[in-house]
């Protein structure tokens, strides 16, 4: 295995995927060395990562830190990279099945070079795993610049019209999210194969056109791929410039936009947030807080902390979150319509959407 020829790919490709997309597609490969020669390599950053966060480092909140067993963690990471690895071929899968519907070639072997090279942004990305609170930022900023690889990808390794390639791309995405909560769901213990088998079926689909409504959660996906080639334009630019700096800077801004859904809201500061952890709540009184702004790439979060105590010493945590600079993650949150609702004896946890 060439190392050298592994990273000066993934940094061209994350650099300027446009230029080396046409390239990728012209190279004559194999499924097997594929993943023997980049695939199983990148593939295990974020699973060694999160063992890495979770049984060595751990998690902590209010002055508790709380790490994964090492058995466990251990089984975890390889379960995880396992799963990654057939997920990437699934994905595979799904792309040259939906070919023809998009008028591109089927080809399975393009079409794993489409999804192992869309999955590199990810893949890096997911080292920041262990970088305290903004670090699942930089995963996420990862993921959402791998829908924009995509997008430039298809015309190339698919051979698909470049004015499909939004429609393609979002069909592809909406079955990659099914799959991603999937493994999620496996790794957590939950057979999920009845879902895989749903989400592959749907990649089957013979429908010879896709309309994407502009003001539907799909439509609005759409348009940040749109936001995403004009961000990429920028990067084309900086890279014929030849100036590693200006590249950089301009990967940086172009994830920082997409975490913004392409605007800069900068969260409230310090003092701002202190009002929303009163003095007294409930009857409890507060014992301690703590108040903070963090900042990535051009998109800040501000989080605050506070403990409350009532006489009988009783304890409260609560915890406020402005995410205003990350607005362009919540929509993709909101379009994936997640709901959940948990109860115990000593209280409960519920996510859910509310005017919008």
């Known amino acids: 295995m060439d190392f050298a020829k592994l990273i000066a790919r993934a940094k061209a490709i994350l650099l300027s995927p446009r230029t080396e997309w046409p390239v990728i ?87 794993l070079k489409t999804s192992a090279y869309t999955y590199t942004a990810s893949w890096v990305a997911g080292i920041a795993t262990i970088i305290p609170w903004i670090g699942w930022l930089v995963v996420l900023a990862g993921a959402i610049y791998g829908i924009y690889l995509l997008y430039v990808g298809l015309p190339h390794t698919m051979r698909s019209p470049p004015d499909k390639s939004v429609g393609y791309t979002a069909v592809v995405i909406v079955i990659g999210f099914v799959l991603s909560i999937v493994v999620g769901m496996v790794v957590g213990g939950i057979t999920a194969a009845g879902s895989a088998a749903s989400a592959l079926s749907m990649g089957t689909s ?53 975490l913004g ?23 409890f009184k507060r014992s301690s807080i703590s108040v903070e702004r963090n900042g990535a790439m051009g998109v ?28 362009g993650i919540m929509a993709l949150a909101g379009f994936a319509g997640i709901e959940s609702e948990k109860q115990t004896e000593y209280g409960y946890e519920k996510t859910y959407k509310q005017d919008g």
């Open 206 to 258: 013979t429908s010879s056109s896709v309309t994407v409504d502009t003001d539907s959660a799909l439509g609005k996906l759409a348009a940040l791929g749109q936001k995403m080639e004009q961000q990429g334009k920028k990067m084309e630019a900086a890279e014929k410039s030849g100036d590693s700096n200006a590249q950089a800077e301009a990967a940086t801004a172009m994830l920082g936009s997409m």
């Open 25 to 111: 597609a012209a190279e004559p490969e194999t499924v097997a060395n594929l993943y023997k020669n980049y695939i199983l390599v990148l593939a295990a950053i974020p699973a060694i990562a999160g063992f890495i966060k979770g049984s060595l480092i751990g998690f902590s909140l209010f002055g508790i830190t709380v790490r994964t067993p090492m058995v466990s963690g251990i089984i975890g990471m390889l379960v995880s990279y396992a799963l990654t690895l057939g997920i990437v071929y699934l994905v595979a899968l799904i792309i040259d099945a939906l070919a023809p519907s998009f008028g591109g070639e089927k080809n399975i072997v393009q079409a």
């Open 300 to 327: 800040q979060v501000s989080t605050g902390h506070a403990s409350y105590r009532d006489a009988d010493n009783n304890e409260l945590q609560l915890e406020v979150t402005d995410m205003g600079g990350a607005k």
């Open 261 to 283: 859904g392409g605007d800069q809201v900068e969260a409230l500061p310090p003092d701002a947030i202190k009002p929303f952890l009163p003095e007294k709540l409930a009857g």
